[in-house]
T-cell receptor, first 113, second 117 residues
Framework: GENVEQHPSTLSVQEGDSAVIKCTYS??????FPWYKQELGKGPQLIID???NVGEKKDQRIAVTLNKTAKHFSLHITETQPEDSAVYFC????????????WGAGTKLIIKP | SAVISQKPSRDICQRGTSLTIQCQVD?????MFWYRQQPGQSLTLIAT?????????ESGFVIDKFPISRPNLTFSTLTVSNMSPEDSSIYLC??????????????FGPGTRLTVL
């Protein structure tokens, strides 16, 4: 069936370094790929998203890249800060729907001071 | 975007009882959803709350256990019925479709942390 694999499950980086989280999806019809950040005790918050007609999107220290041929997309965080510590989830749409999402398992990002 | 609130934020309940969780959106939205999230796990979609009609449930979830209402475009409730300790989880409400005809994304509420004893 459709699935999204997310790696690594835990990522520990030094403050100021970059962090990269990778996801692979199986549904070739997926065309929408959001990333969510979930802090402890809170609901997921959308931080960036990308659609299949774009290969890369950047918002300040956060960027997402998409390779449709290989069916993978990645989240890049540069100049990491303590407030970046959280669990990050990737997701891929089921076909055309922006709202029917297949979720990755999550990555716990730890920023070491 | 949409701002979503949930009530209660947390509760501790006895087995066999039921709890109704409320979700309020600050603007009219076309789509509302209910998720369950076990501690340390990813999100699992329970159902899509349809305005004016029965909710659409995902495999493994049934209306008798998780009845859902959506009386208008800004409000929905999820009831967890006849609870057992296995129902202990975080329940999340999400919404999307802030502007009709514009494909956007899902916005999440803060969650309801349920513990069943």
């Amino acid at each position: 069936g459709e699935n999204v694999e997310q790696h690594p499950s835990t990522l520990s980086v030094q403050e100021g370094d970059s962090a990269v989280i990778k996801c692979t999806y199986s549904d070739s019809a997926s065309n929408y790929f959001p990333w969510y950040k979930q802090e402890l005790g809170k609901g997921p918050q959308l931080i960036i998203d990308i659609r299949s007609n774009v290969g890369e999107k950047k918002d300040q220290r956060i960027a997402v890249t998409l390779n449709k041929t290989a069916k993978h997309f990645s989240l890049h965080i540069t100049e990491t800060q303590p407030e970046d510590s959280a669990v990050y989830f990737c997701a891929a749409s089921k076909g055309d729907s922006n709202y029917q999402l297949i979720w990755g398992a999550g990555t716990k990002l730890i920023i070491k001071p | 975007s949409a701002v979503i609130s949930q009530k209660p934020s947390r509760d501790i309940c006895q087995r066999g009882t039921s709890l109704t969780i409320q979700c309020q959106v600050d603007s009219q939205v076309t789509m509302m959803f209910w998720y369950r999230q076990q501690p340390g796990q990813s999100l699992t979609l329970i159902a899509t709350a349809n305005q004016g009609s029965e909710a659409t449930y995902e495999s493994g979830f049934v209306i008798d256990k998780f009845p859902i209402s959506r009386p208008n475009l800004t409000f929905s409730t999820l009831t967890v019925s006849n609870m057992s300790p296995e129902d202990s989880s975080i329940y999340l409400c999400s919404a999307g479709g802030v502007k009709v005809g514009v494909a956007d994304t899902q916005y999440f509420g803060p969650g309801t942390r349920l513990t069943v004893l």
